[in-house]
């Protein structure tokens, strides 16, 4: 898929840095010196870095009307799966790294993430309100298997019986069934899995260190044979590149025991655009137009959108035509099928250590 006339970095998404607007280094745009990415990424100057850093916070508030959660939590800052056009990556630049390279390759650690979590929880003042383990990171990105901060997370929220959302796609999660189950068995879990696209030799330029489509096939059967209610993100939709999949994925997911189905269109914000670009014409250079152009199309023009309600499903003709397709699938393949209501009463008996004790 790649160019073979230019050097590659294997095992990253991003190809190169571009420079934050945060720190005064100025880099070139190139990821690196081109003689290390002829090698594979275990080469020691390719190799991942942790970073501890220490919060005296861990939920952050979700003001965005187009999400539907009031508390987000990442236990980390970057990730190291390496999607190529997730919008998280401008936040890198906020910590003095590049959205590029380094938003895969320096990945900052929050050790006290659970004993904040837990600080927060016990509070007379909060109100049981759904977390989601997500939105800058992946909480079950490669780290989590070295640091475990996601499942001690999870064992603060089922101590004190909180309910709580995840969003991934690894098939990590199936480590820790056991506190899933538990969550589940009390209507305090909803999991949404995050598959892309079927076909195997996309995803690992698109998404080059997430679990394969085989595993999140299987990881969406699992949960849901155990009773894990399983939401699935086709996110995002990327126009040329595998909304004519939209179908047979939907069929796939269902088969696997999937309780629901959304998508998210892409768009391109900061420099998540000047990565993407950088990437698909080093990867697809016939077809690197005809894609931004379609995504220009859903955006009013532009590869970035920032408007309310819009941002996140597109305008125009492809956009309509991709509503449709999914509106369809949900009723061929989803017809009858929701996810159970999540127990917010339980949080409440649970906060008191002598409560707890009836």
Known sequence: MENKNDPYLHGR?????????????????????????????????????YLETHPKTILNKVESPDLPMEWSLNPYQGCEHGCVYCYARNTHPYWGYSAGVDFEQKILIKRNAAALLEETLKKKSWKAATIMMAGNTDVYQPAERKFGITRACLEVCWKYRHPV?????????????????????????????????????????????????????????????????????????IPGLNEHEIFALAEAVAEKGASGIGYTMVRLNGDVALIFEDWIRKNMPDRAEKVLNKIRETHGGQLSDSRPGVRM?????????????????????????????????????????QLRLF
């Open 13 to 49: 998404g991003a190809q190169i840095n571009p420079n934050s607007p945060y720190e005064k280094i100025i880099r070139d745009q190139a990821p690196m010196d081109w003689s290390l990415a002829l090698d594979e990424w275990e080469n020691a100057d390719l190799k991942t870095v």
């Open 165 to 237: 959302g995840l969003i991934t796609k690894n098939s990590l999660i199936l480590r820790d069934l056991d506190l899933l189950k538990q969550l589940a068995s009390e209507n305090l879990l909803q999991v949404a899995i995050s598959v892309t696209t079927l076909d195997e030799t996309l995803r690992q330029f698109l998404e080059p260190r997430t679990a394969t489509v085989k595993q999140r096939l299987n990881t969406i059967e699992t949960l849901s044979n155990n009773g894990i209610p399983v939401f699935v993100m086709m996110a995002p939709i």
């Open 313 to 353: 499903r597109g305008e125009g003709k492809i956009a309509e035509i991709i509503r449709d397709q999914f509106k369809l699938a949900r009723l061929r393949f989803f017809k009858d099928r929701s996810l159970p209501k999540i127990n917010f009463d339980l949080h409440e008996q649970h906060k008191s250590p």
